[in-house]
């Protein structure tokens, strides 16, 4: 390739860049219940390539209280983020950072059980952070950034 030819390339690859990342946010609203009150947020907002999953906590939506047992409420607030990231053409494997917020740290297996069964290949970089409280006596809470990959740009 000619070094001109280069620069073009070069050039058109930085403006293209450019343009994705200042492309106008999309955002992913939060779901609603019938009769359930709107929340004041946006489940994810996608810039460019990369999707900010807002926390989701494990909330049965036919109870409006924590799903079950501690495991159950892993697989609820875990298919929540999944789903959220379906939406926008994504996969849990798109995911580079997760945050966890923890009503009990000895609870940290019980999540772990379930989490690492919504992966494939490497896992994201996590905290798991111990809290007080969670909104609506959530044991979880789970956020998270993913990016897509460029193969499906």
Request: proline fraction near 5%.
């Amino acid at each position: 390739m000619s070094l001109s030819r280069w620069a073009i390339t070069v050039a058109a690859t930085v403006l293209l860049g450019a343009s994705a990342a200042h492309a106008a946010p999309q955002y992913f609203p939060h779901a609603v219940p019938a009769g359930a009150k709107a929340m004041p947020f946006s489940d994810a907002v996608l810039v460019g390539d990369t999707l900010y999953v807002s926390g989701h906590i494990g909330i049965d939506a036919r109870t409006g209280v924590p799903a079950g047992d501690a495991a159950q409420e892993a697989r609820v607030v875990l298919d929540s983020v999944q789903a959220t990231l379906k939406g926008a053409g994504l996969t849990m494997d798109d995911l580079v950072s997760v945050t966890v917020y923890c009503t009990d740290l000895a609870l940290f297996e019980t999540f772990n059980s379930s989490y690492v069964s919504y992966f494939h290949g490497q896992l994201p970089a996590r905290a798991f952070v111990g809290v007080a409280t969670l909104l609506r006596g959530a044991r979880y809470e789970v956020q998270g950034i993913a990016v897509r990959p460029p193969a499906r740009r």
